[in-house]
């Protein structure tokens, strides 16, 4: 009897996790993909891409509205206004050209009747000298070069992270494809045992171990499949894609070859090529322009000013004047507050030095870290090949002797165990290629 209820039980167990197995990932057609149509289709339409150009073209009218301080800003207004105000009135009918002798009467000056005054006016003002404008400019053309390799930095960012994500569902793939296959292993295993206990050559405890290690590996498929689910909504969201959308991927991404022989012509690459050093560059020189903005500050500025106006008492009827003429402003005293300010760009001037050199320095280092882990990548792969290829031959061999009779359920378990902990070191070695090389590709800077 309790022979029949665990086999329900497991029966049932078996049936639940085999409905979960094939409604996890749907069997409608999937298109084909790629890892560098991956990468394309990030960079076309990941939210990160789309901000970073949009901050880019930011900076280029930042570019724009500094570059006007170098026109001359000209103003028309026009303005109507009343009121029996002694120096308004009177000032007022001079504009108006329509000041009469009765109008230097005592009491018309002191108590003038309300008047209108319908007044256009033409206004214009050219600096003729200004540093502060054209380090201005010149801060805003770094800001922009800044943004575009900020924009760069998120392509090779994304372009690492794609890959990445690729290898995962790569991984999570060839996992639930081993998980499958070992399932079909631990049905064939427990098929042998229990043609063997019905011959009478072993317990029924061989057939109980084997009925809950299938059970374990349909568990570790299903697992296996939940995880490949994941990782595949994680590289939709890189993409830009739709979370549940499904994509074949190519199973054999070619892994670029990168010849790390040569460590310091890589490490010399990427400070030519790395985004991070390249901005590093850009903030010291914006740093610089900082510093050429506070000493003008010291400096005098100079512009030609002119207008033309039109005053009447009416709509219609108004008399034209003009006035021309320069003004220059010198810096005497603000309260310290320019000095200070030039003392602060100085000193960021200092730390933006600094930071540079730690840049630099940074990406030495991880050209060093990736070549590291590329070779190691490429050694634990020639080693996950090996140890693959043994555990399947000496899981042939122990299934055979099980079959003869020589050896015990529990060895033939561990034998199976030991195929698919190697196709899992297999599978997540030939990724790690792949990751390693583009982690490479990214430290010196290449696209």
Same mark, same amino acid.
């Given at each position: 009897? /309790?022979?029949? !209820? +665990?086999?329900?039980?497991?029966?049932?167990?078996? *049936? =639940?996790?085999? &409905?979960? /197995?094939?409604? !996890? +990932?749907?069997?409608?057609?999937?298109?084909?993909? *790629? =890892?560098?149509? &991956?990468?394309?289709?990030?960079r076309a339409r990941n939210p990160d891409v789309g901000s970073a150009a949009a901050a880019e073209r930011e900076a280029a009218e930042r570019v724009t509205q500094a570059r006007g301080g170098y026109f001359p800003k000209v103003d028309v207004t026009e303005s109507w206004q009343r009121g029996n105000h002694p120096v308004f009135v009177f000032g007022s009918l001079l504009a108006q050209r329509q000041f009469a002798a009765t109008d230097f009467a005592l009491d018309a000056l002191n108590h003038p009747a309300a008047t209108d005054n319908f007044r256009a006016a033409l206004s214009f003002e050219q600096s003729l000298f200004d540093r502060t404008t054209s380090a201005n400019v010149r801060a805003a053309s770094i800001g922009r070069d800044m943004a575009a390799t900020s924009k760069q930095l998120v392509d090779q960012d994304l372009t690492a992270a794609v890959t990445d994500a690729f290898g995962r569902v790569l991984i999570a793939a060839a996992t639930a494809r081993s998980a499958a296959a070992t399932v079909e292993t631990a049905r064939e295993d427990r098929e042998l045992a229990g043609n063997r206990r019905d011959a009478g050559r072993v317990t029924d405890a061989d057939v109980l171990q084997l009925d809950v290690y299938l059970a374990r590996t349909l568990e570790q498929q299903v697992q296996a499949t939940s995880d490949e689910r994941i990782a595949r909504a994680r590289l939709n969201q890189l993409m830009g894609e739709p979370l549940g959308t499904m994509f074949s991927l190519d199973l054999t991404p070619p892994a670029i070859a990168v010849d790390i022989t040569n460590a310091a012509g890589l490490e010399e690459e990427a400070l030519k090529n790395r985004p991070e050093v390249a901005l590093a560059m850009q903030q010291e020189q914006m740093a610089a322009a900082t510093v050429d903005a506070a000493r003008a500050a010291f400096l005098p500025q100079v512009a030609a000013q002119g207008a033309w106006e039109l005053n009447g008492g009416a709509w219609s009827s108004r008399s034209s004047s003009w006035v021309v003429g320069a003004v220059a402003r010198i810096n005497l005293f603000h309260g310290f507050a320019d000095k200070a300010q030039l003392a602060e760009a100085r000193e960021q001037a200092t730390r933006r030095?600094?930071?540079k050199s730690k840049a630099e320095t940074m990406a030495r280092l991880d050209v060093q870290i990736a070549i590291a882990r590329l070779e190691a990548a490429r050694a634990s792969e020639a080693v996950g090949r090996a140890a693959a290829d043994r555990a399947r031959e000496s899981r042939r061999i122990i299934r055979d002797r099980y079959e003869s009779g020589l050896t015990d359920a529990a060895m033939l378990l561990r034998s199976a165990e030991a195929v698919q902990q190697a196709d899992a070191q297999q599978i997540a070695a030939r990724v790690n290629v792949l990751t390693a090389t583009a982690t490479l590709q990214r430290a010196i800077g290449r696209p």
């Open positions: 009897m /309790l022979k029949v !209820a +665990l086999t329900k039980t497991q029966a049932i167990v078996i *049936s =639940l996790l085999f &409905a979960a /197995l094939f409604e !996890a +990932l749907p069997a409608s057609a999937q298109s084909p993909l *790629s =890892l560098s149509e &991956a990468i394309a289709r990030a030095a600094i930071e």
